[in-house]
């Protein structure tokens, strides 16, 4: 037989035995519990900030996330203001599972399986003429507003678990615009569905440790179309991969 003597110190953080004792939880799901109850209430979670200090990795903290959501330790959702648009998000964290919580994500998981898909016909494209052109179409420079052919790079196709990531960047850029409209005593940037799904496809693959000056600059500098500035903002970050070239 083994016995185990407990080594104390003075940095410990007090957490539950519910969660700890839970068969339902994968080890990596209570070490991931207990990281974040160890954080403070005002503390700021980046997904991929988490993985560089975890051997799990991006997906192995997401899959930790999900099985939290699941089993009712964790809540994700989203803040809207009276318009319906989004303008932030929330997220809950308890040390017992709590059932409400547990069903909604039950039901946001059944709401992304009933999402129809809308096909779109094919249609014949009439071949015309392209008449000769001395002047070349001039590029806007105008950074408040964005044309199909600057955002090209947003609507590359992406996986399920990729834009599941992506969105949580866009959750931390919007508590971002948040906090510098506040400081900055401006009013708060909202965006539509469509604008929100182009920022989830900007963000993939870019460098997360610069979405906060790309909100600052958007909400000191943006007048006239804030979410376009935005885009164009994040469109010109440069690529993780690029940067570790």
């Known amino acids: 037989m083994v016995r185990i003597k407990k080594v104390y110190d003075k940095n410990y953080t007090v957490i539950g035995n519910t969660s700890i004792n839970d068969s339902g939880l994968y080890l990596a799901d209570k070490g991931m519990l207990e990281y974040l109850w160890s954080k403070p209430d005002d503390w700021d979670f980046y997904a991929r900030e988490v993985a560089k200090h975890q051997k799990d990795g991006i997906d192995g903290v997401n899959t930790a996330l999900r099985h939290l959501e699941e089993n009712g330790y964790l809540y994700r959702g989203r803040v809207r203001n009276e318009k319906g648009q989004l303008k932030g998000s929330k997220w809950l964290l308890s040390e017992t599972p709590k059932k409400e919580w547990s069903e909604y994500y039950q039901k946001k998981c059944e709401k ?7 096909e779109k016909p094919i249609q014949a494209k009439p071949k015309q003429a392209k008449p000769k052109q001395e002047n070349p179409e001039l590029l806007n420079t105008n950074q408040t507003k964005y044309s199909s052919n600057k955002i090209k790079n947003f609507t590359k196709s992406l996986s ?8 949580e960047l866009i959750e931390i850029l919007i508590n971002y615009l948040n906090e510098f409209a506040t400081r900055w005593r401006r009013e708060p940037i909202t965006f539509s569905e469509k604008e929100y799904d182009k920022l989830v496809k900007a963000v993939h693959g870019k460098d997360v440790g610069l979405l906060r000056k790309a909100a600052e600059k958007t909400v000191i500098y943006s007048e006239q179309y804030p979410q376009g500035y935005l885009l164009n903002c994040i469109k010109n970050l440069p690529d993780m991969k690029e940067e570790s070239t």
């Open 112 to 118: 992304r399986k009933k999402k129809p898909k809308v």
């Open 160 to 167: 399920k678990e990729e834009k599941e990531r992506d969105q």
